[in-house]
Structures are given as structure tokens and as C-alpha cells.
């Protein structure tokens, strides 16, 4: 037997070198690697971001390329988890000398990326993790995020309930740190922008509540004018539809309103009618450049580029631009070229801040009615804009230790 | 002595060989040997659980998983914490979680003994996932690789070569102590005790201290398995305590055959290559496990080394059964 | 004087049924005690509980002034017993000298020892061999326990209960299903090995424990009959009567 152990690892390791496919690729591409969750419950999500950041690809490669060389995105299914998906980055790196990473789904998953990217000196940029502390205390140079985080979402829904005049707001959230981060922010614009405005009711529930019953009769027993929730998904729905009919008619302010999949998943406008939002990409953003960017996606993918999709192009766009200031695809210099980098697109004047590498922004409004240029049914209309001076977080109050030099 | 002698110069040649991969194998390649090694080490403690002594557990993960957090743990919360200062300190807990678990474990024998352990490997899981300060939660926990310090001089660890040198090494001779282990006084009494409990008894053996014993010592190699783990990826989350991890390391152990020592190694290999190449491929790559699974505990129980093995066999048609002598015993065990 | 073994009063009942109803009997050292008794007497069941296999109910077994009941089989060996078992009981797979070594190295300590190979042990192989020797399977010594005739397999039973070097053997029933000629053959053996140490033996075989014991117990319905020299047994009334004329 001795001999045989012996006997299979030689085979073991032969059999290792001879059974690799040699990956002899010229470098006549430059690779993104895009972890998004391809399969499981949140497939749909990490679908639609890796649309954005595909369709963004194939805008710059019929325009000549970047550098003079194709993007290729190769999708990485994260699984939605952090090991996963730190594992794969990994490999490519080592692999295929990958040297961006983008992503939008999970914080944890942007965690790990973020590490793993200043660890390996790559960069990791997201279009979609919105946690504030990845660009504040946890921030680090080679991670770039090109969306809002909850802190400049919180502030616009604010600023735009105290523009409105709202005195009396409930507010509602998931109990774990995103729902909490994301009221703190809220109640902290809300006193600067308007003192005379009153939380009259804050409630925290477990995320993926099924009941909101006792919820929702608190906050129709404090009659407040609105209501303000970064709820997603099934805690958005959930709450609208067994709010609407318990009486609680006010008019509801969060975060991803302009949702196009759980608008038709709810399946009845009247619930959704009135409602407001604020993102940085809506597909109704009054802007030529949108409207032309609309019409171009419609016309090669024969459906509108969605919130989701839009994000995605939009972030892969601004680090396409980076990339080409740089001239290079060498990281420091990539990094260096972001830092400072204004981007005029589609959703109005992007600039990369280089203390914390957060993108300043404006906000667009939008709010759901009937009458709509893009569906039948209910779906978003544009409702002004917060500018990005007025959702900006200064770089001293981000937890950040700076990173420009 | 000549099959002494042989093996000690298969090993050398061995190890050499492992020397050279650097210089063969692309980075990306290497990285995928060093995974192996480490999750080589996991499989081989599971067998010796498993293949050895007859104990069926579906908790493995638990000391793969505390080994590969208290590393993570220790290096973020000591400062200057060398790495194999880190490892011992993982291996340390691990014991004594062993030790303890076993005691309240091994009462129960069979089927209760395995739901028992997967109860536990539960209970860990979940206090991995809701400990958020410590463990990190969903998010897991990121760490960069300590310098090794060897007293007179400290040396970086952080390329591919060097980390893969560092796991050949330490954990290529754990492995090799494992082998040796099964025949050591202690490695044949649990192989006997699974053989024929009773008579081990009658003839002055503690049958209940010495499962606790191989217990502990399975669960603390797991556990080295695990702090390995978390220092090759320098990244540890909820998963390396999972379930998931622990059908890992059934899968690894029924793909290679409980009936050797070696089968386990060689399903580590394979596990570990397929599950790289299947998971570029397709996102359900572990439906295709998971068939492999069934197809290898359906028609093939003794696993790829009992193929191999079976195969040898035909071309050596003339060699005798007997002698091998003792090692017939962990052929014949499925 | 303290006695050498004393089984003083044991009783056992197994759920209810009143297995031993107050056993007991001497042992002297260095002698050879045959327990006796028709089938149902209750014999194997005394013999476990002598070598720690069951509990008693009641009573004691006092070895050299101790009270050894209720103390597990691996203990009981340390102490220097050592039983064989009716039905052949060895390590199947491995090899006679395997099996022998199990008990040789257990004596010599080296049962738990994560560093130390027991085959590269001289003296343990040395005295495994000379076991070997002593139960006549030199010749199959590498060949696995399983392939052996029965014969064989029921000397490398004794020979197992040997290989932790006891004072006291506890034999249970050694030549059952014996051909007659393999019988004569393992009295040979048992008066060898047994020579210079004390032995308990359960047996059916009248020859076999006329040749053998110096002493005889008749077990009946859980009770000592009758306990003495082998003519004094056979001449005993009630022990034709319940027993030996029966038969």
C-alpha cells in the first residue's frame, strides 16, 4: 500500500499538470469580473445588474473599444456569498490577471471584495451595495462606489418630504443594521432640512416579516402625512398590501419605489399610486442624454433599461472613463485617474470624491402614477431632483480616514 | 524492511516532486494544489473517523469551522500575532471542543451519534451566524496572512509559492503523521475496535477513552484543516461551518474510498478540480456533485482508490492477498 | 487467610427471571475449577459476570482480597483475568500474529500510544511468536484468522486469552463442537498453557473436565449442588441425580 499512495500522488500530480487547459490568452482584452448572485433566490436581481454592466461593455466595444481593446465581462455567480465569491475573484486573478471587479448585490459580498481587492491590489467597484460604512469606516483605495449609499438616499427622500412640507412622519424599517443605518441618516436630514417636522412613529420588524398588522395599526393610530421605509422586496409588498386595505392611505417615501419587478409582482396600481422614490438612476430622468440612452437600449434589447440595469451601465460607464483618463490598466493609475473624475451621463454631473471614494450625485425623484411614458400599468414619473450638494455627507462625518494620499 | 525502505524514499520523492510544482504549475494552479493539501488533511481526519473507526458523523464541520474562526479571530484581535502562533492556538481549541462534544457525544452509538453531531455542527452554525461581533456574521471575517516567524527570522508568506511551500511542508507532514498514526499502538486499536469491540475489551482495552481520543484527535485535525483554510483564502465565512462543509468532506471521502488511506487524498483532488472547473461552467454544479454522489455510493461504494485498486490487481494477476498482511483489514472496510 | 477467588453469593435475575440464586464457591490458586451444570444452569451466564461482562445483582467476587464486581472487562484484564469465549471471538481479518499482538502489547502497555508502531516492538514480537508457538500455529501464523479450520480458530482463541499473560483463566467451554480427535487435542493444549495458573472452565464435555479439573462445581437452577474433588462428584448422590446419571 505504501507504495501505492506513493504511486497515485505521482499520478495525482502528473495528472494535474497535463489535465490543466493551458489558458494562453493574448492581452487583447481587458476583463471585468462581475459577482453577482446568477443563481438561487436572487438570481433576478444579479441578472439584471450583469445586463447593465454587459450592455455598457457593448456600447464601449462598438465605439472602438477602451484602450483599443474589447471589455469582456465574465460573470461571476457570488451565490451570494462572500466566500464564494472572494474564492472566484481569486482564480481570476491568478488566472487570467484580472484586475477589475464590479458588483451589486450584498453588502457581505462587498465586504470580502473590498479586502480581497486591496489585498491583491485590484479594483472592486459597486453599483448597487448601498451600506454606508464601505466608504466609511470600513472604506479603503481600491474599492470605488459609483451609486448612492444609505446616507444620500435617506437624505433626498428627506429632503423631499421637507420640501413637500410634510410636518408628521412615520417611519418603518428592518430591524438589522441596513434598515437601521438608513432611519438614522433619515432622521438626522429631516431635523436640518425641516426642525419643525415630527417623527410620530418608529418601528423596527424583523426582515422577511409576514404579519404587519400590529405595524401598521401603530402607524395609523400616530396619523402621520407620510410615510418614509427603505423596505425591499417582500417587506415592501407586503406592507403595501395589507396597509392599503387596513386604511393606512398615506403616501409612502423608500428607497427602491421605482422597482419595475414589484410593481407588476403587486399586480394592482392601486396600491402603488402616490408613492415616491429616490435613485440615482430612474429611466424617467428628464435629461437629453437619457432619453437618448432609452431609446438606444430599447432599440438593441427590444426592453427599457430599468433601474437594476441602469445602475449597472451607469458605474461601468464612469470606470470606463477612468480607465481611458488613466490611459492604462495599471490599478495605481486607474485608481489615481478615478479620484476626482467627473462623469456627465445619462442622470446628470458624476463626480468620484477622493476622500472616501464615494460618488457625489444628484437624486432623482420619481412617483408612481397611472399615466407613464414607458407601461400600461402604474409605473414611475419624474418628480424633480435633489442635487448632490444636498444629499452630500461631508468626507469628515464618513467614518473614513481619508484615502487621498 | 525493503517495503520500509521503499516508502521512506517514496516519500522523499514524493515531497521533492511537490517541490518542483512552483516551477511547473501557473500560479492559479498552484493555489489550486495548496486548496488541495489543506482540504486533503480535512478528508483524511474525517476518514480516519469514518474508514477507521466506524463513526459515522455529519459534523465534521464544526471543528473544520472553529478551526478556521478561532484563526481568523486570533489574528484579528492579537496584534502581531505570528502564523503558526495562530494555528496552534486553533488547534488548542479545537482539542478541547473535541474533547468536550465527545464526551457528550460518544454515549450514543450509530444513528443517534450521527443526528447527535448534526445537531451540534446546527448549533455551531448558528452561533456563527448570530454572533455578528465576533464572527462577523454573514459578512465573515478578512484577514491578511501573518508573517511566518521562525525565532531567528520572520519570512512573508504572501505569494502563492511561498504559501504553498509553507502548506507542502506543515501540512503535507501532518498528513503523513496521520498515515503513520494508523500504525502506531493507537491508530490499530481503533481500527480493531471496529473490528470486534468486544474482544477489545476482554483483552484490557478502554474502547469508550480511546473513541473519545481519536474523537479529539479528528476533530483538532479538522480544525488545523480549517485555520489552513482561512489562511490560504485569508477569508473565513459562515460557510466553512456549515452543512455544506460537511458534506464536503463526505463527498471527498466516498469519491477517493474509505477502504484506504490514500482514497480520501485522491477525492480530495477531485472534489477540489471539479469543483473549480464545474463552477465556471454551471451554477449547479453541485446538483452534478450530487449525482456523482449517488452514482459513486451506488455502483462504485469503494470509491475511486477501490477502482484503482481492483485494476491493479488484474495486471498483477499472480499477487497474493496476504501479503499485505495488516493492511487487508482497511481494504476490506467500506 | 485471605482467599484466592471467593464468588460469594451472587444472584442475578434478568428482568424478574431468577437467573443465580446465591453462587458460591472457592477458588484456590493454581487450581483448575470446572463449573458444571446442564444446559440452562445458568454457567455462561456466571462466567460474564465473573469477567465483568454483566452486572451482578447481588454479591461479590472477591480476587485477592478485593471486590472486583461490577468492574468493566478492561479492568478485570489489568487485574489478570482473562476469558475465552464460547463462540469463537477473534479478529477475523487480521492475521494470527495480529491477533495475538492485540493482547501482547495491551500487557506491555502500548495500547493508546500515538508514536510508538507495536510491530516494530522486539520483545512484543518476540513473545507474540512464542505464544504463537505454544498454541501450535507457527505455520498459518501469517494467514487471517478467517481462513483457518475450526480447530485452529478455537486454539487462537485460547491463545488470545492468553496473550495478556492472566492468572486466572476463564475458559468457556473450549471444545464445543470439537471433533473428538481435535478434543484430545485441545486438553493437550489447555493442561500446557494452563499449567502454573489458575483456571476456570465451563464445560460439557465430561472427558474433558475429568482430564482436566482438580476441582468441580455442579451448577443447578442457579445454585451450587455440590463443590469438590472430581471422584467425590462423581460418587455424589445428588449430583447423579440431577445431573450425571441424567446424562
Not at chain 2, 522523499?12 to 512552483?22: C, D, E, K, Y
Request: proline share 3%; net charge neutral.
Amino acid at each position: 500500500m505504501k507504495r501505492s499512495i506513493i504511486r497515485t500522488l505521482c499520478f495525482l500530480s502528473v495528472a494535474l499538470i497535463v489535465s490543466l487547459p493551458m489558458s494562453a490568452v493574448a492581452q487583447d482584452t481587458i476583463k471585468i469580473g462581475a459577482t453577482e448572485p446568477l443563481s438561487g433566490t436572487f438570481k433576478d436581481i444579479g441578472e439584471r445588474y450583469l445586463d447593465g454592466v454587459k450592455y455598457a461593455a457593448k456600447v464601449i466595444n462598438e465605439s472602438g473599444g477602451l484602450l483599443g481593446k474589447k471589455v469582456e465581462v465574465v460573470p461571476i455567480d457570488s451565490e451570494l456569498k462572500p466566500d464564494v465569491a472572494t474564492r472566484k475573484a481569486q482564480n481570476l486573478i491568478l488566472k487570467d490577471d484580472v484586475k477589475f471587479f464590479c458588483g451589486g448585490t450584498g453588502s457581505s459580498v462587498g465586504a470580502a471584495m473590498s479586502q480581497l481587492a486591496q489585498r491583491e491590489n485590484v479594483i472592486m467597484f459597486t453599483y448597487g451595495m448601498a451600506a454606508a460604512t464601505m466608504t466609511g469606516a470600513k472604506c479603503n483605495k481600491n474599492f470605488f462606489r459609483a451609486c448612492a449609499n444609505t446616507d444620500q438616499q435617506s437624505y433626498a427622500l428627506a429632503e423631499l418630504i421637507a420640501r413637500n412640507g410634510y410636518g408628521k412622519v412615520a417611519i418603518i424599517a428592518q430591524d438589522y443594521s441596513f434598515g437601521q443605518e438608513a432611519l438614522a441618516a433619515f432622521k438626522k436630514k429631516l431635523a436640518r432640512a425641516n426642525p419643525s417636522a415630527k417623527i410620530v412613529a418608529e418601528l423596527y420588524h424583523p426582515a422577511g416579516t409576514k404579519d404587519y398588522a400590529p405595524y401598521i395599526s401603530q402607524i395609523i393610530a400616530a396619523k402621520p402625512d407620510v410615510i418614509f421605509t427603505p423596505n425591499w422586496g417582500n417587506d415592501l409588498t407586503l406592507l403595501l398590501k395589507q396597509g392599503r386595505p387596513m386604511g393606512m392611505s398615506q403616501k409612502i417615501f423608500s428607497y427602491y419605489i421605482n422597482d419595475l419587478v414589484t410593481i407588476q409582482a403587486l399586480g394592482d396600481d392601486s396600491l402603488m399610486i402616490g408613492n415616491m422614490g429616490a435613485e440615482v438612476y430612474t429611466l424617467s430622468i428628464p435629461t437629453k442624454k437619457n432619453e437618448e440612452f432609452v431609446a438606444r437600449f430599447y432599440k438593441d434589447m427590444g426592453y427599457y433599461p430599468t433601474w437594476l440595469r441602469g445602475k449597472a451601465y451607469l458605474a461601468t460607464m464612469f470606470w470606463a472613463e477612468a480607465v481611458k483618463k488613466a490611459g492604462t490598466t495599471d490599478v495605481n493609475a486607474v485608481i489615481k485617474a478615478w479620484e476626482g473624475l467627473t462623469y456627465d451621463g445619462p442622470a446628470g454631473l458624476w463626480t468620484m470624491r477622493a476622500c472616501d471614494h464615494q460618488t457625489q450625485m444628484p437624486l432623482w425623484f420619481t412617483e408612481i402614477a397611472k399615466e407613464n411614458k414607458f407601461f400600461k400599468h402604474a409605473f414611475e414619473v419624474s418628480a424633480g431632483m435633489a442635487t448632490a450638494q444636498s444629499v452630500e455627507v461631508p468626507c469628515e462625518e464618513t467614518g473614513c480616514p481619508g484615502l487621498a494620499k | 524492511m525493503k517495503q520500509k525502505n521503499n516508502s521512506y524514499i517514496g516519500i522523499i520523492v514524493l515531497f521533492l516532486l511537490g517541490a518542483l510544482m512552483p516551477f511547473i504549475l501557473k500560479r492559479y494552479h498552484l493555489n489550486m494544489l495548496t486548496e488541495i493539501i489543506i482540504f486533503a488533511l480535512y478528508a483524511v481526519s474525517y476518514n480516519l473517523l469514518l474508514g477507521y473507526a466506524g463513526l459515522l458523523s455529519f459534523g465534521h464541520a464544526m471543528f473544520f469551522g472553529l478551526g478556521a474562526f478561532v484563526a481568523a479571530v486570533a489574528i484579528t484581535h492579537i496584534q502581531g500575532l505570528t502564523l503558526l502562533s495562530a494555528v496552534i492556538i486553533s488547534f488548542a481549541t479545537t482539542v478541547i471542543a473535541g474533547f468536550l462534544i465527545g464526551s457528550l457525544l460518544l454515549r450514543h452509538k450509530g444513528s443517534y451519534f450521527a443526528l447527535l453531531t448534526l445537531a451540534f455542527n446546527a448549533l455551531f452554525y448558528a452561533v456563527a451566524t448570530k454572533w455578528h461581533s465576533v464572527t462577523g456574521g454573514d459578512d465573515g471575517l478578512s484577514i491578511s496572512r501573518p508573517e511566518l516567524n521562525l525565532g531567528f527570522t520572520s519570512l512573508s508568506v504572501s505569494s502563492v509559492s511561498s504559501f504553498y511551500y509553507l502548506i507542502l511542508v506543515v501540512v503535507g507532514a501532518t498528513i503523513l503523521f496521520c498515515w503513520y498514526f494508523t500504525h502506531t499502538a493507537m491508530g490499530k486499536t481503533v481500527l480493531l475496535m471496529r473490528e470486534n469491540e468486544e474482544r477489545m475489551k476482554f483483552l484490557g482495552y478502554n474502547t469508550n477513552i480511546s473513541r473519545l481520543i481519536l474523537f479529539t484527535f479528528t476533530g483538532a485535525l479538522a480544525g488545523l484543516a480549517g485555520a489552513f483554510y482561512t489562511l490560504h483564502f485569508q477569508f473565513v465565512s459562515i460557510s466553512a461551518i456549515s452543512i455544506d462543509m460537511t458534506t464536503a468532506v463526505l463527498l471527498m471521502v466516498f469519491i477517493g474510498g474509505t477502504g484506504t488511506f490514500w482514497g480520501p487524498i485522491l477525492g480530495a483532488f477531485v472534489y477540489i478540480v471539479f469543483q473549480n472547473y464545474l463552477s465556471n461552467i454551471t451554477d449547479r454544479w453541485p446538483l452534478f456533485m450530487g449525482i456523482i454522489f449517488v452514482f459513486m455510493v451506488l455502483y462504485v461504494p469503494g470509491g475511486l482508490s477501490h477502482t484503482i485498486m481492483t485494476i491493479r490487481q488484474w495486471f498483477s494477476g499472480r499477487k497474493d492477498n496476504h501479503g499485505d498482511g495488516p493492511i487487508k483489514v482497511e481494504e476490506t472496510s467500506s | 487467610m485471605i482467599d484466592y477467588l471467593h464468588i460469594k453469593d451472587i444472584h442475578k435475575d434478568f428482568s424478574g427471571l431468577q437467573v443465580l440464586t446465591g453462587v458460591d464457591f472457592k477458588v484456590i490458586e493454581k487450581e483448575h475449577h470446572a463449573v458444571i451444570g446442564p444446559n440452562g444452569a445458568g454457567k455462561t451466564t456466571l462466567f460474564n459476570i465473573i469477567s465483568g461482562k454483566f452486572k451482578a445483582s447481588s454479591g461479590a467476587i472477591m480476587f485477592k482480597g478485593q471486590d472486583l464486581s461490577g468492574k468493566p472487562p478492561h479492568t478485570l484484564n489489568r487485574y489478570g483475568l482473562s476469558r475465552s469465549f464460547q463462540i469463537t471471538n477473534v479478529f477475523n481479518e487480521l492475521s494470527v500474529f495480529e491477533n495475538i499482538l492485540t493482547g501482547v502489547r495491551s500487557r506491555y502497555g502500548l495500547r493508546y500510544n500515538f508514536f510508538k508502531r507495536p510491530d516494530h516492538n522486539l520483545s512484543i514480537i518476540e513473545k507474540t511468536k512464542a505464544i504463537i508457538k505454544e498454541i501450535g500455529l507457527e505455520d498459518v501464523s501469517d494467514l487471517p484468522a478467517s481462513s483457518l479450520s475450526y480447530g485452529q480458530q478455537r486454539a487462537l482463541e485460547i491463545g488470545i486469552t492468553l496473550s495478556t499473560e492472566p492468572e486466572l483463566i476463564l475458559l468457556d467451554e473450549p471444545t464445543a463442537g470439537m471433533t473428538r480427535e481435535e478434543t484430545g487435542q485441545a486438553i493437550n493444549l489447555i493442561d500446557r498453557v494452563t499449567a502454573n495458573r489458575t483456571l476456570i472452565i465451563i464445560e460439557h464435555d465430561m472427558d474433558v473436565v475429568f482430564s482436566l479439573a482438580d476441582t468441580i462445581s455442579v451448577l443447578h437452577y442457579g445454585k451450587i449442588l455440590a463443590s469438590g474433588a472430581p471422584e467425590e462428584i462423581r460418587n455424589d448422590q445428588r449430583v447423579k441425580d440431577a445431573y450425571l446419571g441424567e446424562g
